[in-house]
């Protein structure tokens, strides 16, 4: 009996192996049959285990267990709310944010609303490249984009999924200053960014090319180019890719030799100053009629006064700048670098708006920006401190299936999202995490309108300052405003809540009731 016991389990054992080896729905699982479903154990019991001996759910960097699980349940389309009210310490927690509500909020649409759609499309407030005249200036369909990760620090699949997710709920792909790869082609626009490598378009003596350039462009769907100044996880050095992560496939299309590391130079050969960057983004944009911005954390203000004032003089100038905290960064970095370099980005965002502010240029220009904002409270202070579109980078991570392994620079990634290891990236299966992807954006853009509704406007470009507060240790709070030197903003009540509209009356009603009187013939004036 014990034989036929035994061999029924290890039957059961070789049924589960097989079936996870097959099954493309965990990454987990298919990367580590039998053993990966300890993980799916502990994790079933995790709240009961850390409330007595292991971290509490707001503990762990950079991402909370909270943080992980909204961001899972959501790209899971599961239950993403959580029970029994907050677990952060409202009253002794410095820096944490409140959004104030409105009274009287703004409406959810229903069905038959002009602005009511499933996939809840937030388009951007602003036509990207529109001020300075590009022949193919857009609408950003969403103000949610994927920012820059390169095919090379993320595995193909990785690349794939992403594309895929932002080609169903819409949006734009950086690709990263890696290069256009096949896996960017999936039906997602592309932003592409330009690093000091120049990868995808550059000569064989690794500098810039714009035949190169205009090659790709024609050949991929680009709505826009990035020049990367830095980025948060390492501002003032190039690029790193590990010499394990370089395949021959990665090779080819960065043009560059394999068994070494691939670093990218700290600054660009194609300009030294702001004048020559300038000349660099007025031929790019000449030859391409796209829109051509820029990528940068924030250290020194030199370089933003002198492109503001170059900018104010009107013939020359950038479309978009992206902002990156410092406390961004997806790929490999030397630690000093991570900790202490670059300002975070409420900081460094601030001090760069207000330069273009004084110079009255942020009308003309698309702000965005990224580091840790994938989530519905950060994005919404980011639009209300001014971007017009926020990137989310990490957070697409989890959303199709990382870990936090905080494994990325090894090439060892076990959910098969960072890493070229062909064993680890075949358990990442792209249709499948490019629903996750999806979804993630969906309910992202659901619930930054559910709290861009709930302080009493209609979009989060209308939100601002005085929506927010943030609170201190001793009992007190300040508004984001004077914290980051923002002047004040007359706060607008919403013309369907002016006063002599009945108090039941929706903005429905009240449109309808305007579009009424519009429509009413003007009595003539008597003689």
């Not at 950003?140 to 794939?160: H, K, Q, R």
């Not at 031929?283 to 503001?308: N, Q, Y």
């Not at 980011?382 to 620079?409: N, P």
Request: proline share 6%.
């Amino acid at each position: 009996m014990w034989v036929w016991i035994l061999g029924a389990i290890l039957l059961a054992l070789v049924l589960i192996t097989i079936y996870d080896l097959t099954q493309k729905k965990h990454a987990i699982l298919r990367n580590y049959p039998l053993i990966g479903h300890l993980r799916y154990i502990l994790e079933s019991f995790g709240p009961e285990l850390r409330q007595y001996i292991v971290t509490g759910n707001s503990e762990e960097r950079p991402f909370s267990r909270d943080q992980r699980r909204w961001v899972y349940s959501s790209a899971k389309e599961q239950n993403n709310y959580f029970g029994f009210g907050t677990d952060n310490d409202l009253e002794i927690a410095p820096n944490t944010l409140v959004i104030k509500p409105a009274i009287f909020p703004y409406p959810e649409p229903q069905k038959g609303d002009d602005d009511y759609d499933p996939l809840h499309p937030v388009a951007c407030s602003k036509i990207l490249g529109e001020a300075r005249g590009r022949r193919h200036a857009f609408r950003p369909e969403s103000v949610f984009f994927i920012s820059a990760m390169s095919f090379g620090s993320l595995s193909a699949a990785a690349v794939e999924a992403m594309n895929r997710g932002v080609a169903i709920a819409g949006g734009l792909h950086n690709t990263g200053e890696g290069g256009i790869a096949p896996h960017h082609d999936h039906g997602g626009d592309l932003i592409w960014q330009l690093g000091t490598g120049y990868f995808g378009a550059r000569d064989e003596d690794g500098h810039f090319s714009m035949d190169e350039l205009l090659e790709r462009v024609n050949a991929y769907p680009v709505r826009a180019i990035e020049i990367k100044l830095s980025q948060g996880a390492k501002p003032g050095r190039g690029g790193v890719l590990p010499a394990e992560k370089i395949s021959a496939e990665i090779a080819a299309i960065r043009g560059i030799p394999m068994g070494k590391d691939c670093i990218s130079p700290s600054g660009h050969s194609a300009f030294h100053d702001v004048d020559s960057m300038l000349d660099f983004v007025e031929s790019i944009a000449d030859a391409t009629g796209l829109p051509v911005g820029i990528k940068s954390a924030i250290g020194e203000s030199a370089f933003w006064e002198e492109l503001a004032a170059e900018m104010a003089k009107g013939d020359r100038g950038v479309d978009f700048i992206n902002i990156d905290g410092g406390e961004g960064g997806t790929g490999a970095a030397p630690l000093v670098f991570t900790d202490h370099v670059a300002l975070p980005f409420k900081l460094g965002f601030s001090r760069v708006y207000h330069i273009f502010a004084r110079y009255d240029l942020t009308d003309d220009i698309v702000f965005m920006g990224a580091g840790r904002l994938g989530f519905p409270e950060s994005s919404l202070l980011a639009f209300a401190m001014g971007a017009d579109m926020v990137g989310v980078a990490r957070e697409a991570m989890l959303a199709i299936g990382c870990i936090q392994a905080q494994r990325c620079h090894t090439g060892h990634c076990p959910a098969g999202v960072a890493t070229q290891n062909k064993w680890l990236m075949r358990g990442l299966d792209p249709t499948s995490k490019a629903a996750r992807l999806a979804n993630y954006l969906v309910t992202l853009r659901k619930e930054v309108m559910w709290l861009t509704r709930a302080v009493g406007v209609a979009h989060p470009a209308e939100v601002h300052l005085e929506h927010f507060e943030i609170l201190d240790e001793c009992f007190g709070s300040r508004s984001p405003r004077q914290i980051f030197g923002y002047p004040e903003k007359h706060i607008e009540i919403p013309s369907w809540r002016q006063p002599g509209v009945p108090a039941h009356m929706t903005r429905k009603d009240h449109k309808e009731r305007l579009d009424a009187e519009r429509s009413e013939p003007v009595a003539e004036p008597a003689e």
